[in-house]
């Protein structure tokens, strides 16, 4: 499962660098053991056939190779992940022709490929996080954030400065002790 953070298409990568790396294990193994036949079959006048095994071992060699550099090509370059994913998909299915790394190679390969190819990035996140909150990975992600601490009261007024009601916002007239308007008891008496 791919995570949401994930820049890349790392199920696929990882399923097409384990295929690729079946197919060139096998396909070694297979060229070491049809080159020691192809020397058998050579004494017996049989060079032609032994030859075109052994050149199709190296195929495989050859088609493990290019699916590992396409993975790795997946992680380094998500933006061309289809493209990649097609390749993949294309030498996988060339690959069952010579055994595949045992086919499980070419059917990792193959899936990875599919993933490769139906990858979409993740959607931008727009905008930083309100100040003061923590990005996701950093400590206290997902905790409760405390309210912000209330603003400061206001300062004393000074004598003979105008006053206001704090209920209708009424100017209250110095020395007054309480608002015109409303009744209510003038701040600072």
Do not use: D, H
């Not at 990568?13 to 690729?20: A, D, E, F, K, V």
């Not at 400065?161 to 209708?168: D, G, H, K, L």
Request: aromatic share 10%; with cysteine.
């Amino acid at each position: 499962m791919q995570s949401p953070g994930e820049t890349y298409p790392r199920t696929a990568y990882l399923l097409s660098l384990i295929g690729g790396i079946l197919i060139l294990i096998f396909s070694l193994i297979y060229a070491a053991i049809l080159a020691v036949l192809a020397s058998i079959v050579a004494g017996l006048g049989f060079g032609l056939g032994a030859g075109l095994l052994v050149g199709l071992a190296v195929v495989a060699l050859v088609f493990g190779l290019i699916i590992l550099y396409l993975a790795l090509r997946l992680k380094s370059n998500p933006q061309g992940a289809r493209t990649y994913g097609i390749l993949i998909l294309v030498f996988a299915l060339i690959s069952f022709i010579g055994g595949g790394g045992f086919y499980i190679g070419a059917i990792l390969a193959l899936v990875g490929g599919i993933l490769a190819i139906v990858w979409s990035p993740p959607a931008p996140q727009y905008g930083p996080p309100m100040m003061g909150q923590p990005m996701p990975g950093q400590p206290g992600w997902g905790q409760p954030v405390a309210p912000p601490p209330p603003p400061p009261s206001m300062p004393p007024q000074a004598a003979g400065a105008a006053r206001f009601c704090q209920f209708c916002g009424t100017a209250i007239p110095p020395g007054a002790k309480f608002c015109p308007k409303c009744g209510a008891a003038a701040p600072g008496s």
